[in-house]
C-alpha cells in the first residue's frame, strides 16, 4: 500500500540555520500539506498546497517558511532560520482531494538548540 | 474560525468496558468531522469520517449538529484500541485539517 514518506527522520540544528525537510507524498494525489505538533500540543495545520501554489497559510507560516514542489514528486518546507521554538514534529500528508481523507507521512522531529 | 475540543486527555478502562472519546467543534458552515488515531510509534491514521458512517474496528461516531459533537464510542474496549486519539474537523472547502488536542486512551487487561 503507497505511504507518504518523509526525511530525515529526527533532524538537529542550530539556532539560525537553515533546514529543509522532505517528503515523497502519494504519488497520485494532487494536495498536500504540512501540520506540526509541538510537544505536548496539539498538531497545528501550516500550509497546504495545491497546483503548484499555495492554497492557503496559517499565522504560523510567516516569511522564514516556504514549500516547494521542486520535481513533481518531492514535496519539501525549508525554515530559513530556525528559532527554538520551531523545535516540533513536522507531519507531511497528502491527498487525493481538497476535504478529503489526508494521509500522513511518519513525522520529521525537529531540534533546535 | 473553526475550533475542535477534546475536554480530556486521559482514559483509561478496562478490556470489555464501554467507551466514549467526546469531540466538540465550532465551525459555522457544514464541516466534515474526522477521529484519526495514532498508535504507539505509528502514524497518524484515518479511523473513521462522519460522512461514511461506518463502524471501523468497531468504533462508530455520529455528527450531532444540535450538540455540535461528534463523539467516539465503543461497546467493549479491546486492548489493542489504546492508542492516541485525535478529533478533526476539515471545512471541505480550503481542505486543512483543525484538530483536536487529542487523548490517549489505555486500555487495560
Known amino acids: 500500500e503507497p505511504e507518504v514518506t518523509q526525511t530525515p527522520s529526527h533532524q538537529v540544528t542550530q539556532m539560525g540555520q537553515e533546514v529543509i525537510l522532505r517528503c515523497v507524498p502519494i504519488?497520485?494525489?494532487?494536495?498536500f500539506y504540512w501540520y506540526r505538533q509541538i510537544l505536548g500540543q496539539k498538531v497545528e495545520f501550516l500550509v497546504s498546497?495545491?497546483?503548484?501554489?499555495?492554497?492557503?497559510k496559517s499565522e504560523i507560516f510567516d516569511d522564514q517558511f516556504s514549500v516547494e514542489r521542486p520535481d513533481g514528486s518531492n514535496f519539501t518546507l525549508k525554515i530559513r532560520s530556525t528559532k527554538l521554538e520551531d523545535s516540533a514534529m513536522y507531519f507531511c500528508?497528502?491527498?487525493?482531494?481538497?476535504?478529503?481523507?489526508?494521509?500522513f507521512g511518519p513525522g520529521t522531529r525537529l531540534t533546535v538548540l | 474560525a473553526q475550533r475542535v475540543t477534546q475536554p480530556e486527555k486521559l482514559l483509561s478502562v478496562f478490556k470489555g468496558a464501554p467507551v466514549e472519546l467526546k469531540c466538540n467543534y465550532s465551525?459555522?458552515?457544514?464541516?466534515?468531522l474526522f477521529w484519526y488515531v495514532q498508535y504507539s510509534r505509528q502514524r497518524l491514521q484515518l479511523l473513521l469520517r462522519?460522512?461514511s458512517r461506518e463502524s471501523i474496528k468497531g468504533f462508530t461516531a455520529d455528527l450531532n449538529k444540535g450538540e455540535t459533537s461528534f463523539h467516539l464510542k465503543k461497546p467493549f474496549a479491546q486492548e489493542e484500541d489504546s492508542a492516541m486519539y485525535y478529533c478533526a474537523l476539515s471545512s471541505g472547502a480550503n481542505s486543512k485539517l483543525t484538530f483536536g488536542k487529542g487523548i490517549t486512551l489505555s486500555v487495560r487487561p
Open positions: 504519488s497520485n494525489h494532487l494536495y
Open positions: 462522519h460522512i
Open positions: 500528508a497528502s491527498s487525493v482531494r481538497g476535504g478529503g481523507e489526508q494521509f
Open positions: 465551525y459555522s458552515g457544514s464541516p466534515e
Open positions: 498546497f495545491y497546483n503548484n501554489e499555495i492554497s492557503e
